[in-house]
C-alpha cells in the first residue's frame, strides 16, 4: 500500500488519500465535515453542524442533537444502502489520484427486512468492516423465525401487559412493525421513539400505528409498550413493571447468549438484530474480495486472525492511533 496513505482509528476512522486530504468517518477533526453512516449516537460527535450522509440521517440527527444539521457531499464519496437502520449507509472512497477505492461499512445488515434493504456488497481494495459479531458463536435464526416466534409469544401472553425494549432508533421502529401486525390491542411508545417515527415516515414508506405513551396512560391487559433499551434499569421503568405485572422482553444479537435476559433482568430475550450475524460477515469479505482487510468494533482481533489465518487475507484489527500496516 502507497506509504502515503493510512487508515487510523483516533477520534472516528481517519483516512488519509495519496493527495493528503484527509477524510474522517463517523467521528470527528478541526476542519473536516465528517462522513457520518447513520444516526446512533456513537457515530456522530455532539455539536456537529454539517455532515455527509444521507439527508434521512441528517435528519434523524437533527432531531437527536436538537438543532439542525446540514447534509453535504464529498466529490469522493459514494453512499449505498447499509441495511442497518433507516438512512444508514455504508461508505465508498476513490482517491482519484492513487485508484485506490476504500469500502466502510459502518454498521451494516445484508438482510432485506421490514422496510430496510439489505447491504449489497462492492468490488474494493481496502475494506473498513464492524465486527460486532465476529465470533462464529454470532449466527442468527432467519429474520421470518424470529419474528414468527415473537407473534407466538405476543399471542400467548394476550392477557397480559408487555413491554419490549429496543434501541429508541432501529429496534423500536422494527418491534412496531411485528406488533402492527400481531393480536396486540393497543401499542405505546415514548416520545423519544415517536418523535423518530415522525422523521423515519416523513422519508420512507412505512407507518407505525402507535400512540404517545405519559404518565396519565393507563395499560391494559393485551398492550404492549415499546421502550429504549437503556431505560430497562430505571427506576420509574421498574415501578411501572410492578404496578402492571408486566412481561417483559429484548431484542439484540446479544441474546443469542443465555445469559442475556438475566445480565438485562428480563423474562425473555429474542435473537432480532440489525448487524451481521458471523456468517455474513464472511459472505461479505468474500464478497467484496479486497486486498487489505482492517476490522474493528467487536470482536475485530477474533475475526481478522480468522481471515488471516484461515482465509489467507491481509487483515489487520485497527486499533487506536495505529495506522499504517508497519504499525502493526
Same mark, same amino acid.
Given at each position: 500500500?502507497?506509504?502515503?496513505?493510512?487508515?487510523?482509528?483516533?477520534d472516528?476512522?481517519?483516512?488519509?488519500?495519496?493527495t493528503?486530504?484527509q477524510i474522517v468517518?463517523?467521528g470527528?477533526?478541526?476542519?473536516l465535515?465528517?462522513v457520518?453512516?447513520? @444516526?446512533?449516537?456513537d457515530?456522530?460527535?455532539?455539536?456537529?453542524?454539517?455532515?455527509?450522509a444521507s439527508?434521512?440521517?441528517? @435528519?434523524?440527527?437533527? %432531531?437527536?442533537?436538537?438543532?439542525n444539521?446540514?447534509?453535504?457531499?464529498?466529490?469522493?464519496v459514494?453512499?449505498?444502502?447499509?441495511?442497518h437502520?433507516?438512512?444508514?449507509?455504508?461508505?465508498?472512497?476513490?482517491?482519484?489520484e492513487?485508484e485506490?477505492?476504500? /469500502?466502510?461499512?459502518?454498521?451494516y445488515?445484508?438482510?432485506?427486512?421490514?422496510?430496510?434493504?439489505?447491504?449489497?456488497?462492492?468490488?474494493?481494495?481496502?475494506?473498513?468492516?464492524?465486527?460486532?459479531?465476529?465470533?462464529?458463536?454470532?449466527?442468527?435464526?432467519?429474520?421470518?423465525? %424470529?419474528?414468527?416466534?415473537?407473534?407466538d409469544?405476543?399471542?400467548?401472553?394476550?392477557?397480559?401487559?408487555?413491554? /419490549?425494549?429496543?434501541? @429508541?432508533?432501529?429496534?423500536?421502529?422494527?418491534?412496531?412493525?411485528?406488533?402492527?401486525?400481531?393480536?396486540?390491542?393497543t401499542?405505546?411508545?415514548t416520545d423519544?421513539?415517536?418523535?423518530?417515527?415522525?422523521?423515519?415516515?416523513s422519508?420512507?414508506?412505512?407507518?407505525?400505528?402507535a400512540?404517545?405513551?405519559?404518565?396519565?396512560?393507563?395499560?391494559?391487559?393485551g398492550?404492549?409498550? %415499546?421502550?429504549?433499551?437503556?431505560t430497562?434499569?430505571?427506576?420509574?421503568i421498574?415501578?411501572?413493571?410492578e404496578?402492571?405485572d408486566?412481561?417483559?422482553? $429484548?431484542?439484540?444479537?446479544?441474546?443469542?447468549?443465555?445469559?442475556?435476559?438475566?445480565?438485562?433482568?428480563?423474562?425473555?430475550?429474542?435473537?432480532?438484530?440489525?448487524?451481521?450475524?458471523?456468517?455474513?460477515?464472511?459472505?461479505?469479505?468474500?464478497?467484496?474480495?479486497?486486498?487489505?482487510?482492517?476490522?474493528?468494533? $467487536?470482536?475485530?482481533?477474533?475475526?481478522?486472525t480468522?481471515?488471516?489465518?484461515?482465509?489467507?487475507?491481509?487483515a489487520q484489527? /485497527?486499533k487506536?492511533n495505529q495506522?499504517t500496516?508497519?504499525?502493526?
Amino acid at each position: 500500500m502507497n506509504s502515503d496513505i493510512s487508515v487510523q482509528l483516533r477520534d472516528g476512522i481517519e483516512i488519509t488519500l495519496s493527495t493528503g486530504e484527509q477524510i474522517v468517518l463517523d467521528g470527528a477533526k478541526e476542519d473536516l465535515t465528517p462522513v457520518v453512516s447513520h @444516526a446512533h449516537g456513537d457515530h456522530i460527535v455532539d455539536g456537529t453542524t454539517e455532515i455527509v450522509a444521507s439527508n434521512l440521517t441528517a @435528519a434523524l440527527t437533527s %432531531v437527536r442533537q436538537d438543532h439542525n444539521i446540514k447534509s453535504s457531499s464529498n466529490p469522493a464519496v459514494t453512499l449505498h444502502d447499509a441495511g442497518h437502520i433507516a438512512g444508514s449507509r455504508a461508505i465508498e472512497i476513490t482517491d482519484q489520484e492513487s485508484e485506490i477505492t476504500y /469500502l466502510y461499512t459502518g454498521d451494516y445488515s445484508t438482510r432485506d427486512r421490514f422496510y430496510l434493504s439489505g447491504f449489497d456488497p462492492i468490488d474494493a481494495d481496502i475494506l473498513i468492516t464492524e465486527t460486532t459479531y465476529g465470533k462464529p458463536e454470532y449466527t442468527f435464526p432467519p429474520t421470518k423465525e %424470529v419474528v414468527r416466534e415473537i407473534n407466538d409469544w405476543l399471542e400467548a401472553t394476550m392477557d397480559e401487559v408487555v413491554i /419490549l425494549f429496543g434501541y @429508541a432508533l432501529g429496534r423500536a421502529q422494527k418491534l412496531q412493525r411485528i406488533l402492527a401486525g400481531s393480536c396486540r390491542n393497543t401499542i405505546y411508545v415514548t416520545d423519544a421513539v415517536a418523535d423518530l417515527n415522525d422523521v423515519i415516515t416523513s422519508y420512507c414508506d412505512v407507518q407505525f400505528p402507535a400512540k404517545r405513551y405519559s404518565t396519565e396512560t393507563t395499560l391494559e391487559e393485551g398492550d404492549a409498550l %415499546v421502550l429504549p433499551m437503556q431505560t430497562s434499569r430505571l427506576a420509574w421503568i421498574e415501578s411501572l413493571i410492578e404496578k402492571h405485572d408486566a412481561i417483559t422482553a $429484548g431484542f439484540s444479537g446479544w441474546a443469542v447468549d443465555d445469559s442475556f435476559i438475566y445480565r438485562r433482568g428480563l423474562d425473555r430475550g429474542f435473537v432480532l438484530s440489525d448487524h451481521c450475524d458471523y456468517s455474513e460477515l464472511v459472505d461479505v469479505v468474500e464478497s467484496v474480495d479486497p486486498d487489505q482487510i482492517y476490522t474493528y468494533h $467487536g470482536f475485530s482481533e477474533e475475526f481478522a486472525t480468522h481471515l488471516a489465518t484461515e482465509m489467507g487475507y491481509s487483515a489487520q484489527a /485497527l486499533k487506536q492511533n495505529q495506522s499504517t500496516l508497519s504499525d502493526f
